[in-house]
């Protein structure tokens, strides 16, 4: 789902330490593990890199079907293999290293697609950028209605980065339109999804929204979990701006939530952050 995954439109996320020159080094240690057959050494690997796991593996699955696509009167059917071969390896390795079934699932359901089922993929890509426009646009009840159908698309496929978009889009676009209650569901499964995806970033927009559902709820113990995760994501980050806010909403509800130590304790905190 990696041409998809550029349509969204959210607020700005301080990348990780992980620039370009990094998961170029990631994948070339990628295609050179695969090759020989070493599954520890590639589990090492993707321990040591796991929010690039997915967007690596994804590659050679995106490849094989923009091979496909080119010629599907007559696919390069070896040249695809090659990298269906390379991607299920790589899955398979992530998912006993992490722990994570996830990354197997989604590599075996994409390799074995039939020509139907990668035009609906494709079709399903195209209704998640529909989506993603009229949230943008302002139309929330089409996003809302569009995000469901590339959830169920995409789900029906096996794409799990499809669907944790879906539940993202439709969850904002209700959060917009005032239903918390339903943002906040459809926000946690995208939650779900993209930490076990290891999709550190995404999951951080997933967060800060549904602390901001959960507090329109009054929800406070929840709500202060996920003040609590946030601060632990945006730290990852670096990402100062947002670990403010969530320190600020951590000490507000615990406040509220009549715990003044630990208050003191985050309002010690905040302070000390860098301006």
Known sequence: MLLASLLLTAAPVAALPAPQDRRAGV????????AAK?????????????????????ADLEGSL?????????????????????????????????????FADYASSFVGWD???????????????????????????????????????AIALGDWWGAAM????????????????????????????NHALGLQSSELRNVRSMLAAARA??????????????????EAFQDNATLRQALTAKAELETALNLPDRAAATRARLESLPE
């Open 27 to 34: 994948t070339a240690s990628y295609h050179e593990l695969a």
């Open 38 to 58: 070493d599954a520890e050494g590639l589990g090492e690997l993707w321990k040591d890199n796991v929010g690039l796991v997915l967007q690596v593996i994804d």
């Open 66 to 102: 923009s091979l496909w696509e080119a010629a599907k009167d007559s696919p390069p059917t070896e040249e695809i293999a090659k990298l269906h071969e390379r991607a299920l390896f790589g899955a398979y390795a992530a998912s006993d290293a992490l722990g994570q079934p996830i």
């Open 115 to 153: 020509d139907e089922q990668k035009l609906a993929f494709r079709a399903g890509q195209a209704v998640f950028g529909r989506a993603a426009q009229e949230l943008r646009d302002g139309d929330k009840a089409v996003a809302i209605t569009a995000g469901q159908e590339t959830i169920e698309r």
């Open 166 to 193: 879906g539940y993202a889009v439709k969850g904002e676009a209700l959060r917009a339109e005032g239903e918390h209650e339903d943002a906040l569901s459809s926000l946690a499964m995208a939650r779900q999804i």
């Open 217 to 234: 709820l009054e929800r406070h113990p929840r709500a202060l979990s996920l003040a609590a995760s946030l601060a632990t994501l945006a």
